[in-house]
Each structure stands twice: as C-alpha cells, then as structure tokens.
C-alpha cells in the first residue's frame, strides 16, 4: 500500500531560522511526487512538483528535493508569512497518497 | 483565469438531512477529485473522474456518500443522513497533470 509520512508534525522556528520538512515516501513506480502549502481556512496551493530523484525546485526561500525514499523542503530564512501547513502527496499507478501535513510557525 | 471554486463555503446541517456540495473545476481539465479533510488530519480520497470514463469510487466512506459530475464539467457530492462524523471541510480539485484545489465547503452536522 502506498504510503506518506511527513515529519515532523509541528515546527517552530524564529524568523531568519533555516530548517528543513522530511516526506518519506513508499510508491509504487513514482509518477511524480508533490509539495503544497495550505493556510488555515483555505485549500491547499500548489508549490512544486519533482519527478525523478535528483531533482531540486526553488521558489523564492523555498526549495524542494527528492531522493528515491524521501523528499525535503528547505526554508532558508523563513519569515512570519511562511507560516502555514505544508503537505506532501504521491503519486503512484494509482491515485495521490497525501502525507499528514507538517504545520509550520515562524516567530518575529 | 478562474481558479477551483465550491459552494457553498459553509453548510451547517441537522444531523439525518442530505446536502449537496458543488464543484465548478477550471475551465479544461479533465480529471475532477474530492477529498475530505477533518480537524488536524490529512487529505482523504473520496472521488476521482476522469473524462467520460467510470469515476473511482474507492474512497467514499459509506453508501450516503455520492457524487456526480456532468457535461465533463461540475461536480456535485451528496451526503445523505449526514451523521455528526461526517463534519469535515470537504475539498474539491481538478487537474491536467497537477491537481489545484478549491478552497473547500466546511460541513458541520448538528
């Protein structure tokens, strides 16, 4: 079975902190492996998308990662605005697998 | 161009009644999907359409649950008897390869 799992569930860090988010993965012939950002109250919005391991996307303090077993989202110098709830999801022959989410705080 | 959007944003129920939650995808994409996401939990798969093929149906949790999508286009997802443990914000999205999300529909049963 296709399986997600994010860590870790809650992170605090002050603003200008960098730190990285862990999504590990377990999919059969991985079609693609995503990144999604989502705020309280509001759908998830989409950040990125990685294919193949080796693969890195950035977009501005964002950059995401990916080996065959994990991929990591790197926050260099968070600011208060990078708060919210980060999803990873995977998708296999079948449909997407989302992971539980690691909910993000930065602290002025 | 117009994103995802559902209706209504919020719905309040007595337990036993149905309801019906809408889907409007973007313009164009044929694959349309709902999940449903309780307090604190991840995504959950309910529903997949895909063009005019035979929609997955693997994730809804229960007979009460249904949806339909017609013209390719709108989709709506029924509940009927809703139950107090189907309060959920219940997220729609489509796609051509990426899936974007609707801001979701937040169902509370009384």
């Known amino acids: 079975e296709d399986q997600v799992t994010q860590s870790p569930e809650a992170l605090r860090l002050q603003e200008g902190e960098s730190s990285s988010l862990n999504c590990s993965y377990t999919?059969?012939?991985?079609?693609?492996l995503f990144w999604y950002r989502q705020d309280p109250g509001k759908g998830p919005e989409f950040l990125f998308t990685?294919?193949?391991a080796g693969e890195e996307k950035e977009k501005e303090r964002l950059k995401a990662t990916l080996t065959k077993k994990e991929s990591f989202l790197h926050i260099t110098a968070p600011k208060p605005e990078d708060s919210a709830t980060y999803l990873c999801?995977?998708?296999?022959?079948?449909?997407?697998?989302f992971g539980q989410g690691t909910r993000l705080t930065i602290n002025p | 161009g117009a994103g995802v959007s559902q209706s209504p944003s919020n719905k309040v129920t007595e337990k036993g009644k149905d309801v019906e939650l809408r889907c409007d995808p973007i313009?164009?994409?044929?694959?349309l999907y709902w999940y449903r996401q309780s307090l604190g939990q991840g995504l959950e798969f309910l529903i997949y359409?895909?063009?005019?093929?035979?929609?997955?149906k693997s994730g809804l949790p229960s007979d009460r649950f249904s949806a339909e999508r017609t013209g390719g286009s709108v989709s709506t997802l029924t509940i009927q008897r809703t139950q107090q443990e189907d309060s959920a914000v219940y997220l729609c999205?489509?796609?051509?390869?990426?899936?974007?999300f609707g801001p979701g529909t937040r169902l509370l049963v009384l």
């Open positions: 359409f895909q063009g005019n093929s035979a929609p997955d």
């Open positions: 999919v059969s012939g991985l079609r693609g």
């Open positions: 990685l294919y193949s």
């Open positions: 999801a995977a998708e296999g022959a079948q449909k997407l697998v």
């Open positions: 999205a489509s796609s051509q390869e990426t899936q974007y």
């Open positions: 313009s164009g994409h044929t694959a």
